[in-house]
């Protein structure tokens, strides 16, 4: 079985770009959630999907951040515009529906804003 | 809010040795807790988890007892190999309004040396 994939694995983007980064949860899992993930702030929770409705919108992350689930197969976030604090990995992670239920994660992209 | 606390940022061991690594939680509620580990370039991977008072949790030689009373949740090995260094993330997961996510600790680099 098809494990999370993440695209890309790396991205570089100036300074107020918007990116897009991608992610496909494994096959049946209807739970998705996105971190970022940094020295200092460590895994931080961006955005939680039950089934594709939007249930956690990461509070302090709202303005320029915002996570869809397209279908239950796919699921994008996009920052606009990017600033050098944005400068992280960002992970994807699936589970089953249920609580409890441990989280498959992808291999993460590595942003970096300039 | 619920926080989850590893004491060491960074433990350094030779082959063989014990590990423990210190994790305490703080939830308003009866979490679940979990151990996640994670290897250079890849996502955290589950470990095990544990639900209730007195369950231990335990894989690849790992263990860990949940314990109420001192809201604690330590993970220990009897000898370490050097394939085990690694990140490790003690996080604790809860369910609230329908909603279901993990609160991670600041994670523990394990070195390992031959």
């Known amino acids: 079985d098809a494990g999370v994939t993440q695209t890309p694995r790396h991205e570089v983007a100036e300074k107020g770009q918007t990116i897009i980064l991608k992610c496909e949860p494994v096959s049946g899992h209807n739970d998705l959630f996105w971190y970022r993930q940094t020295k200092i702030q460590g895994l931080e929770l961006l955005s939680y999907?039950?089934?594709?409705?939007?249930?956690?919108d990461g509070g302090a992350f709202k303005d320029r951040f915002k996570a869809e689930m397209l279908n239950s197969s796919f699921s994008t976030l996009k920052i606009q515009p990017t600033e050098p604090k944005d400068s992280a990995v960002y992970l994807c992670?699936?589970?089953?529906?249920?609580?409890?239920?441990?989280?498959?994660f992808g291999p993460g992209t590595r942003l970096t804003v300039l | 809010g619920d926080s989850v606390t590893q004491t060491e940022g960074q433990v350094a061991l030779s082959e063989e040795d014990f590990l423990t690594i210190h994790c305490n939680y703080s939830?308003?509620?009866?979490?679940?807790l979990f151990w996640y580990v994670q290897y250079p370039g890849e996502g955290p991977q589950f470990l095990f988890r544990a639900s209730r008072d007195k369950e231990k949790g335990s894989s690849r030689g790992f263990e860990a007892t949940y314990d109420k009373g001192t809201t604690s949740f330590h993970l220990r090995k009897a000898s370490v190999q050097e394939s085990d260094s690694a990140v490790y993330y003690c996080a604790l997961g809860e369910a609230s309004s329908g909603s279901w996510q993990l609160i991670f600790g600041s994670g523990t680099q394990l070195t390992v040396m031959p």
């Open positions: 939830a308003s509620g009866y979490p679940a």
């Open positions: 992670a699936s589970s089953l529906l249920g609580n409890y239920a441990e989280q498959f």
């Open positions: 999907f039950r089934s594709k409705s939007l249930m956690e």
